[in-house]
């Protein structure tokens, strides 16, 4: 009956892959990879995968496009695709980035989804390219136990595929997986597998059919910070008269395995090393050079166990919150600092100004859910354009701060899923006559002069009844 | 031609002191206003004084006050 039951499945799914086979091979490209290396690395709780693709064109007519191939689980957390090309050798390699776009076709077999990277001059035919992928996944560790108690290190579960997922026929295959320390409690054989200490090495595997998957799983010991912004506000206040103000609205949340059971600060304090291995204490910000008045404190008042570090590069901010942070665990805090204007505010040759600072989130391996990145412009400015490298949300807002009639415009920039890979500059161009700096002081000027009127008036008023 | 970095119009470690000069004159005027206001006679007062006195007053109140807003680290 089990005999049966199992010959059935292997029909069917021999069926299957025989349909898909078709299936690529009537979309298919004239593309095959010669050699495929993936290399996971699993050390933190951001996933990072380096591949190499050696393309190699079989088809008559040059090709322009190389199409990636992801799961539907994969593009959910999918933070940055990106892709360089490469020539010459070791030493004397060179990469020239390329352009990498979400592709408009439709899902292929199993919902898998496309990322298209854009070669600078197309591969005509037997000719080869050496491509080099780096892509970011998030929130894809999935802890077991999902509840974990104090002295409890942290167990997660990996999910991917041996076999690259790829709409091409691939000639030979490598994949390595990077797990943070030797403890491997389980992991999916693909033969040939070969773990040695950190690595585990799936393959080489020869001659694979397009969108073959083979399922694998490896539950391993990951006790680094899981540290994940739910929601960062990032505020920056232009003022033309010599200051920048950023405030940072952080809601920080340990995204690891939940804390189980009681927490007990004697233990936590006297067995360090070996005692709330996966939880985390402190996190370190990096914030631009020449920073000062910098403040953290959250709904209570100043949180006094920060340490700030400044050289002429830049200036490193270690901030702890008020209680270490165990699974599930969440804390709440501001951060804020004024930088000098003449560092990131210019003037452009055109006559417009623009404002050139970093994306992201400054605390390091950090993933934000949702960043939010405000820039408030001065009273007075119009025609407001972001420049971003990425796609972004943007909207417009009005926001009144000291000294304001008619509202400062603020330009909103909103970010899902942002990685440290995000933190580059972008610009916010608009356009501003320094004449409404004067708007201010006028305004005070006026205030006292209306004082002094009304002094002068009542002054000359005769108010006596006496006659 | 390179985009230049656009600096306040006034050096910002001048602030404290311009705002304390500023403040300093504005008070002085606006003290001889008073006096003058409160020692003249209606019939002998002129107009064209006072709010010449007052115009003066503040107008240093006024950036005296803005430049203490700036030292203080408000950044209007």
Redesign the interface.
Same mark, same amino acid.
């Given at each position: 009956m089990d005999a049966l039951l199992r010959a059935r499945l292997l029909h069917l799914a021999l069926f299957i892959s025989l349909l898909l086979s078709v299936l690529s091979h009537a979309s298919s490209q004239e593309l095959q990879i010669v050699n495929a290396e993936r290399r996971i690395d699993l050390t933190s709780h951001i996933i990072k995968v380096y591949l190499t693709l050696k393309v190699e064109n079989i088809g008559a007519s040059p090709a322009s496009e190389v199409n990636l191939a992801f799961s539907p689980s994969e593009v959910e957390h999918l933070a940055v695709v990106k892709a360089a090309a490469t020539t010459g050798k070791k030493k004397k390699r060179t990469y020239v980035p390329l352009d990498v776009k979400s592709s408009e076709q439709p899902a292929g077999p199993n919902g898998t989804k496309y990322f298209t990277i854009i070669l600078s001059n197309p591969l005509s035919k037997g000719e080869t390219a050496t491509l080099e992928v780096l892509y970011i996944l998030t929130r894809s560790l999935e802890p077991f136990p999902a509840e974990i108690s104090q002295s409890e290190s942290q167990l997660v579960y990996y999910r991917d595929s041996a076999i690259l997922l790829s709409p091409y026929h691939v000639k030979q295959q490598t994949t390595f997986i990077k797990t943070p320390s030797t403890r491997v409690e389980s992991f999916t054989v693909v033969e040939p597998t070969k773990r040695a200490s950190t690595e585990i090495k799936y393959g080489p595997y020869d001659n694979q059919t397009p969108y073959t998957y083979a399922p694998i799983l490896v539950h391993f010991e990951n006790n680094n910070p899981f540290a994940v912004v739910e929601e960062l506000e990032r505020e920056i206040?232009i003022?033309?008269?010599?200051?920048l103000?950023v405030t940072e609205r952080y809601s920080l949340v340990h995204a690891g395995a939940r804390h189980k059971g009681v927490f007990s600060r004697v233990d936590y304090q006297t067995k360090q090393g070996n005692i709330g291995v996966s939880s985390f204490k402190h996190l370190l910000a990096r914030l631009p050079p020449r920073v000062h008045?910098v403040y953290y404190r959250d709904g209570i008042g100043n949180i006094s166990s920060s340490r700030l570090r400044t050289d002429f590069l830049k200036s490193e901010l270690l901030i702890e919150p008020r209680y270490p942070l165990f699974g599930g665990w969440k804390s709440t805090f501001v951060i804020g600092y004024?930088v000098?204007?003449?560092?990131f !505010?210019?003037?452009?040759?055109d006559g417009g100004?623009?404002l050139n600072f970093t994306f992201g989130c400054p605390l390091a391996d950090t993933v934000v859910d949702k960043l939010l990145v405000k820039v408030v412009l001065p009273e007075g400015s119009k025609d407001p354009k972001a420049v971003v490298s990425f796609p972004v949300e943007q909207r417009l807002e009005t926001k009144y701060?000291? !000294?304001d009639v008619v509202g400062r415009t603020v330009v909103v920039l909103e970010k899902r899923n942002a990685v440290p890979e995000h933190n580059i500059p972008f610009q916010v161009h608009y356009s501003f006559n320094?004449i409404f700096?004067l708007a201010?002081? !006028?305004?005070?000027?006026?205030?006292?002069?209306f004082?002094?009127?009304a002094?002068?008036s009542y !002054?000359?008023l005769?108010l006596s009844i006496r006659k | 031609?390179?985009?230049?970095?656009?600096? $306040?119009? *006034?050096? *910002?470690s001048w602030y404290p002191t311009l705002s304390v000069f500023m403040l300093a004159i504005?008070l002085v005027l606006t003290a001889s206003? &008073?006096i003058y206001?409160t020692t003249s006679s209606?019939k002998s007062?002129s107009?064209a004084k006072? /709010?010449t006195?007052?115009?003066v007053? $503040?107008?240093f /109140?006024? &950036?005296g006050?803005?430049f203490l /807003? /700036?030292a203080s680290? *408000?950044? *209007?």
């Open positions: 206040e003022s033309h008269w010599g200051n103000q008045s004024g000098p204007v003449e560092d !505010l210019f003037e452009s040759p100004r623009y701060s000291y !000294l320094p700096m201010e002081p !006028l305004m005070l000027v006026t205030a006292f002069f004082f002094f009127v002094a002068v !002054l000359h005769d | 031609m390179a985009a230049k970095p656009i600096t $306040s119009p *006034v050096p *910002v504005g206003f &008073f206001e209606r007062r107009l006072e /709010l006195t007052a115009a007053a $503040s107008f /109140l006024g &950036f006050s803005l /807003l /700036l680290g *408000v950044f *209007v």
